[in-house]
């Protein structure tokens, strides 16, 4: 069996930002059960370093669920499986998340 897994970006818009978006160089994964999920997202627009970058998702049918941050604090459901790290001289932001099940089926989210 398959998870399909999907990765929309979000733009974020902040007072003091001119302008802000995040570009997703994923846009579909299929990963079998056990398997370990990576995702990358670049900013752009506006001081990269400056800002915590979060993960959040949003399985079908379901509220966004906020997974973890690059301040290095995660969602209890998320702790122990999941590391996000970033990557300031480029303006990236990853998400690693292991171990996957059907459950993390969703649409994973950069902000």
Excluded at 30 to 36: A, D, I, V
């Amino acid at each position: 069996m398959k998870i399909t897994l999907s990765l929309l970006l979000i733009l974020l818009s902040f007072s003091r930002v001119k302008c802000e978006s995040m570009e997703s160089l994923q846009t579909a994964v299929q990963l079998k059960p056990g398997e370990t999920l990576s995702l990358s997202c670049r900013g752009s627009g506006f001081t990269f370093s400056s800002y915590h970058m979060n993960w959040i998702r949003q399985q079908a049918g379901k509220p966004l669920e906020w997974m973890g941050w690059t301040a290095g604090d995660y969602a209890k459901p998320f702790q122990g499986r999941t590391e996000i790290t970033r990557d300031d001289s480029n303006s990236m932001v990853y998400l690693k998340l292991s171990g996957v099940t059907v459950e993390d089926s969703a649409v994973y989210y950069c902000a």
